[in-house]
């Protein structure tokens, strides 16, 4: 009989890929100028970003104008209200309890909402997986203790990770017909528009710093433009469950860009989460099949 063999998934590695250029996002704003407002961070991501990459996407002849009005629609709806409900969240209830709310309870909501919609019904690996990604995160962002509740940046947190769950969902069945670049163009420029006019309420002075620029153009070009391109081609490939597992990359990174960039320790707890998370993302990226 035949024995299974454990392989790499191309899409998962993708996705885990694009997680890791958009979590440079916190090293850059700590790199950055004093003042800069979180919200307006995430307006700029989505409305230089965006346009980048249909541009390119143009450019490159990946745009179907065929594409259905109606999920595209979800999904920048769905992209720009992560903005504000993330970063309220994490403003309210602390980076450590925002971050793995957040992350963590869109794997459970992408897996629910994959089988409501898409009839995708996660197997026993994406549930080890998630278990594992989740436990790990929690005690990787949590280690260091001291962390206070808020149950209104909790509520805003749960209502980012079913944002990026429905995002997830509304582009699935997109990127099954349509090329991926152009899908995530056209879904990132619309969260652009729908936050533009929160441009009007924030602080963008420091944007006209120098280092404000550069900050604001890494975001829009590496940490959106080039992170979601490899989202596209990533997310195409796999289940929405597993593709909301695979974005708990973003902690790990986070941890991992603070130590080498900023110089930051970790906690003995922090460093057992970072394996546990670890081992979570290689039990959601791999794949058991037949030779």
């Not at 197997?123 to 997986?129: D, E, L, S, Y």
């Not at 890494?218 to 695979?246: D, E, K």
């Amino acid at each position: 009989m035949p024995g299974r063999r454990t392989t790499l998934d191309g899409g998962a590695v993708l996705v885990a890929l694009s997680m890791v250029l958009i979590d440079s996002t916190g090293t850059a704003q700590a790199l950055g100028p004093d003042g800069i407002d979180p919200l307006v961070v995430g307006v700029l991501r989505l409305g230089i970003g965006g346009p980048v990459l249909l541009a390119a996407a143009v450019a490159l002849g990946q745009v179907s104008w065929s594409m259905p009005r109606g999920p595209l629609l979800v999904a920048a709806v769905a992209m720009a209200a992560y903005q504000p409900t993330f970063f309220g969240g994490v403003d309210r209830a602390g980076v450590a309890v925002g971050t793995i709310v957040a992350l963590g309870s869109a794997p459970v909501f992408g897996g629910a909402l994959g089988l409501l919609v898409r009839g995708e019904r996660p197997g026993r690996r994406w549930g080890v997986a998630t278990l594992l990604a989740i436990g790990g995160g929690g005690l990787l962002v949590g280690g260091d203790g001291g962390v206070g509740l808020d149950p209104g940046g909790v509520v805003l947190a749960l209502g980012a990770g079913l944002s990026y769950a429905v995002f997830a969902v509304a582009t699935r069945g997109v990127l099954e017909e349509h090329p991926p670049p152009g899908v995530m163009a056209v879904a990132l420029t619309g969260g652009g528009v729908l936050l533009a006019p929160f441009l009007l309420v924030g602080q963008t002075a420091w944007v006209g710093t120098g280092s404000g620029l550069a900050v604001s153009l890494w975001l829009a070009l590496v940490t959106t433009a080039l992170a979601y391109g490899l989202y596209g081609f990533g997310a195409a490939r796999l289940p929405v469950a597993t593709t909301t597992t695979v974005t708990l990359t973003e902690p790990l990174t986070a941890s991992m860009l603070g130590l080498v960039v900023l110089g930051e320790r970790l906690a003995a707890v922090s460093v057992v989460g970072a394996l546990l998370l670890a081992a979570g993302l290689v039990v959601a990226g791999t794949s058991r099949r037949s030779p």
